[in-house]
């Protein structure tokens, strides 16, 4: 379980490569070294970021996971929580794609919706199941403000990233009779592998500074997060702009 100043002793890393995923792990461990379930592809990238929690002190093991094969995705997560409890799950994987095929060419806009919506609910479902019966934990769902009002230079991406945090949201109310806390993450621009070579937006932010607003909201049981936090203002904002103004 999560210990009286916070730390987990496990966590389960769904996406075992993301960037942000992985500082979060890092920012955990920090206080207590964590027992850690990376969840991803197998590759040279999950075998690297394997070694870089291995330096941090955690005990580290991985799982064959394919965000699109959803019939395997309760098994998945069945192994994650054979080998004990798992206090902190982090769903972190996602695409960004390019918008101008996605909402032209149907296999493309198909692999984001799979991964980023599909993928996500697949997942969230399970979790929930062995969460419910494990009776305690935390959940953390890294949506973004693209979800919040999809603009005409991603508004596919932000389509699946809308119907993503509108499950999670509510799987927060659905999982919190069972002692559960779901935190819903809104990040901005962050500087990872996936933006890389794009313009960053206002309020652009880095995997740590995520991470340090993730652990302080799991810590806090907080249910809501954006990174960073002006982008609540910012995007209430945003959200009651005439649609005819460009964004």
Not at 86 to 115: C, H, M, P, R, S
Not at 140 to 154: D, F, I, K, M, T
Not at 162 to 178: E, I, N, S, V
Request: hydrophobic share 45%; net charge positive.
């Amino acid at each position: 379980m999560i210990d009286a100043v916070g730390n987990p002793q496990s966590i389960l890393l769904l996406g075992g490569t993301s960037e942000i995923g992985l500082a979060i792990v890092e920012a955990f461990a920090a206080g207590r070294p964590p027992r850690v379930v990376l969840a991803a592809r197998p590759s040279d990238r999950l075998d690297a970021a394997r070694r870089r929690l291995e330096v941090a002190g955690c005990a580290v093991e991985t799982l064959d996971f394919d965000a699109r094969a959803v019939e395997t995705h309760a098994d998945v997560v069945r192994k994650a929580f054979a080998g004990g409890d798992i206090d902190v799950a982090i769903v972190a994987f996602g695409v960004l794609g390019d918008n101008e095929k996605a909402w032209t060419e149907v296999a493309a806009a198909l692999e984001l919706a799979q991964v980023n919506y599909t993928g996500a609910v697949s997942v969230g479902v399970a979790l929930a199941e062995r969460f419910s019966e494990q009776g305690h934990g935390a959940l953390v769902a890294l949506s973004s403000v693209a979800g919040e009002r999809p603009r005409r230079a991603n508004f596919v991406y932000g389509s699946t990233k809308a119907g993503m945090d509108a499950f999670y949201t509510g799987l927060t109310a659905a999982l919190r009779p069972h002692g559960v806390t779901v935190t819903v993450v809104r990040p901005g621009f962050v500087h990872t592998r996936m933006t890389e070579g794009l313009r960053p937006a206002p309020f652009s932010t880095t995997p740590d500074a995520v991470a340090s607003l993730v652990v302080d909201a799991v810590r806090t049981r907080k249910e809501r997060v954006w990174a960073p936090a002006p982008l609540r203002f910012v995007m209430s904002a945003v959200r009651h702009l005439p649609r005819r103004l460009p964004l």
